[in-house]
């Protein structure tokens, strides 16, 4: 199972940034993100979709639809400037767990 | 709260083994499923394997299957990551992470393995 992100993402502070996640019907999939900064351990941001664990803000949210997952950042801060990863469970393979390539999220 | 350290990486010739240990503490260890995910420098992330909250099942990635071994030790709150037969491909910071619901909910800093000549 493939999962496809754009290179990168700019956005100017105080906008909103819109993150895609694509992959075949991935609307029938849980979709999870993550962020990572430089030099640090990628952070769980959004869960099954749209979850959201403790202590990350109420301004990163999540959807999943037909062929596009989404992770909607609002409000932008310059602390959000990170690199931003999908990731779902492929059940047709053995036991495998799937990354998208990745986005980099530039506050301008 | 949850904390995981990962420790045992380093510079090793291609064709040697290794084996990486990550520490648990702040939560039952003996409850969870457990993960090695990696990184190469620059690139994305990458699922190596899981071991189930028992030690019973384990499953791997198949770049690393039968060079691989994933396993814990419930009694000393540990993981590990035996890996045999290392490639220059392998080089990646190597992550422990938590199991929950097929994601993974905490991450520790993770462990540097470089393997070159």
């Known amino acids: 199972y493939v999962l496809t992100q754009p290179p990168s993402v700019s956005v100017a502070p105080g906008k909103t940034a819109r993150i895609p996640c694509g992959g075949n019907d991935i609307g029938s999939k849980s979709v999870h993100w993550y962020q990572q900064k430089p030099g640090q351990a990628p952070v769980l941001v959004v869960y099954a979709d749209s979850g959201r664990p403790s202590g990350i803000p109420e301004r990163f949210s999540g959807s999943n639809s037909g062929n596009t997952a989404t992770l909607t950042i609002s409000r932008v801060e310059a602390g959000d400037e990170a690199d931003y990863f999908c990731q779902v469970w492929d059940s047709s393979g053995d036991h495998s767990y799937v990354f998208g390539p990745g986005t980099k999220v530039t506050v301008l | 709260q949850v904390r995981l350290v990962e420790s045992g990486g380093g510079v090793v010739q291609p064709g040697r083994s290794l084996r990486l240990s990550c520490a648990a503490s702040g939560f039952t260890f003996s409850s969870f499923g457990m993960h090695w995910v990696r990184q190469a420098p620059g690139k994305g992330l990458e699922w190596v394997a899981i071991i189930s909250y028992d030690g019973s099942n384990k499953y791997y990635t198949d770049s690393v299957k039968g060079r691989f071994t994933i396993s814990r030790d419930n009694s000393k709150n540990t993981l590990y990551l035996q890996m045999k037969s290392l490639r220059t491909e392998d080089t990646a910071m190597y992550y422990c992470?938590?199991?929950?619901?097929?994601?993974?909910?905490?991450w520790g800093q993770g462990t540097l393995v470089t393997v070159s000549a």
């Open positions: 992470a938590r199991e929950r619901l097929r994601y993974f909910d905490s």
